[in-house]
């Protein structure tokens, strides 16, 4: 039964009835050079199958071997994570047809993870920490990609043609596991998107992946389900796949809740399926039933030995991990001077790295700060989309913060280059230049239209000379609109005190 036949339950009266049950698979595709089991690029945006071999596309008589460096990844991720390490792990082929997955198999690995058993400590909005324990982090490789053509969604339903990129196929994945995370109530949706931030954050840190979930570089998978409040057995649970946002990875979660408690209290049953997040509306939709491990037909690849991970080798990769991202709040906390809350703040906004970023190119940790929580923020807030998915970069920031403070342009003007940034117009010099962003230098013009203001407001000039000095607002607005607003409000007062004194 789809959303479509219910209508969606007051969210107080789905924690009033029943217990929400959350499981979340995240795919991290690692950042190595090559795919996880042959030599082709694994860049991304290449010229659709440019990067393929007999390996990616299933040819027969190819033989996979195993990339290095990503089982290297995959060990700094699950240490990061406080997982145990295998010494010894194995991959699995785990067995569907899809079009886009060439060989009709998917190297996996299965009843032995190459790491388990760890946790995630997360910070919640208002400073509260939320253990996420997680069961296994293991290593794969990513599919095809496919794009459908001809229907409104971009979906397969009501498509006439589907095309089928290969380059992403063979491409090295690492999936992390939480174990059903329970009693999180109201705040279940919040608890998602904390973790998910958080790992974003964990696996940028470790320099593993560039965790770009707008490329699909990390994406979610959310298991959901719903139990009458007071019972321990799970109920039957639904997967929305492939969510690629922090914002949706919450919006998802409270849907899903709303939605199943409709369908369980008009009787209806929950089916076992996968469902696809809607941007448009936050909503999830229908997909296909979901499979159960034995119907993947799981079995020892045989192409493939057992990877050998040495005590002493994971050992030497615990050295090599970098400062981790709670850490480095704390110094950093330190270090501008700031408070618990208004860290929390930066954080859970997803400021503090583009803030971080902008301060190493060059801004001062003050400016960076005003400009991505304020200005940016909002910009975030307009477009519904997680503050590090902007189209603009801490270095373009940085750029327009050094005009600003250079006098090359007025804080009006700097926002301007933001805004064009934005809109796709180019990089920050051009947009300055394109829209004829610059302050006006020219003394004489700007004397002449502060006398001409002065003239026009005689009144103004006249309370300013009996005392009242903060009656020039309406003098410089005059003097800026004259100007087209590229007069540096700076030199426009300094004229107009010293005419008036």
């Excluded at 493939?304 to 480095?328: C, F, G, K, S």
């Excluded at 704390?330 to 906004?349: S, T, Y």
């Amino acid at each position: 039964m789809t959303a479509a036949t219910y209508d969606l339950m007051d969210f107080d009266e789905v924690l009033e009835k029943y217990d929400p049950v959350m499981g979340l698979e995240v795919h991290v595709e690692l950042s190595t050079g090559t795919k996880m089991f042959s030599s082709s690029s694994a860049a991304f945006g290449d010229e659709p199958n440019s990067n393929v071999d007999p390996v990616s596309l299933g040819l027969p008589g190819a033989l996979p071997v195993v990339n290095e460096k990503g089982v290297e990844y995959a060990i700094k991720i699950g240490l990061a994570l406080n997982c145990s390490i295998a010494e010894s792990s194995r991959f699995a082929r785990k067995n569907y047809f899809y079009p886009d997955q060439p060989k009709n198999y998917q190297i996996s690995q299965y009843d032995e993870p190459i790491a388990y058993d760890g946790y995630l400590d997360v910070v919640l909005g208002d400073g509260t920490e939320w253990r996420v324990e997680i069961e296994r982090a293991h290593m794969e490789e990513d599919t095809g990609k496919l794009t459908h053509l001809g229907g409104a969604s971009g979906r397969i339903h009501g498509a006439t043609a589907s095309l089928v990129d290969c380059n992403r196929a063979g491409v090295p994945l690492i999936e992390i596991v939480t174990k059903p995370i329970e009693g999180a109530g109201e705040r279940a949706p919040e608890v998602a998107k904390a973790y998910v931030g958080a790992l974003r954050e964990l696996v940028a840190a470790l320099g593993v992946s560039d965790a770009r979930m707008d490329q699909g570089s990390m994406r979610c998978d959310a298991n959901l389900s719903l139990r009458p409040v007071g019972e321990k057995e799970f109920g039957t649970r639904t997967e929305t796949k492939n969510i690629n946002s922090l914002r949706s990875v919450e919006q998802a979660i409270r849907f899903e809740m709303q939605r199943q408690a409709a369908v369980l209290s008009e009787g209806g049953e929950i089916v076992q399926e996968t469902r696809h997040y809607q941007e448009a509306d936050g909503s999830t939709s229908k997909g296909r039933p979901k499979e159960t491990a034995e119907d993947y037909r799981y079995f020892n690849d045989p192409d493939l030995p057992p990877v050998h991970a040495p005590a002493e080798w994971v050992e030497q990769i615990r050295e090599t991990l970098p400062e981790m991202p709670w850490l480095r709040r704390a110094r950093i906390q330190k270090e501008w001077g700031i408070g618990d809350k208004e860290m929390r703040d930066l954080v859970n906004a997803g400021a503090l790295d583009l803030i971080i970023e902008t301060t190493e190119h060059g801004a001062s940790a003050d400016e960076a700060r005003s400009w991505w929580v304020s200005y940016l923020a909002g910009k975030a807030n307009e477009q519904e989309v997680d503050l590090a998915d902007l189209e603009i970069t801490p270095a373009q920031v940085a750029r327009v913060i050094e005009l600003v403070r250079d006098g090359k342009l007025t804080t009006k003007m700097g926002r301007q280059a933001v805004d064009g940034v934005l809109a796709g117009e180019g990089d920050v010099d051009k947009v300055v230049a394109d829209r004829g962003l610059e302050v006006v230098r020219d003394d004489g013009a700007i004397e002449a239209a502060v006398d001409e203001a002065l003239a026009a407001n005689p009144d103004i000039v006249e309370k300013y000379r009996a005392g009242n000095k903060k009656v020039t607002g309406a003098i410089v607005g005059a003097v800026m609109k004259a100007t087209k607003g590229k007069a540096d409000p700076k030199q426009v007062n300094q004229l107009i005190a010293k005419k008036l004194n």
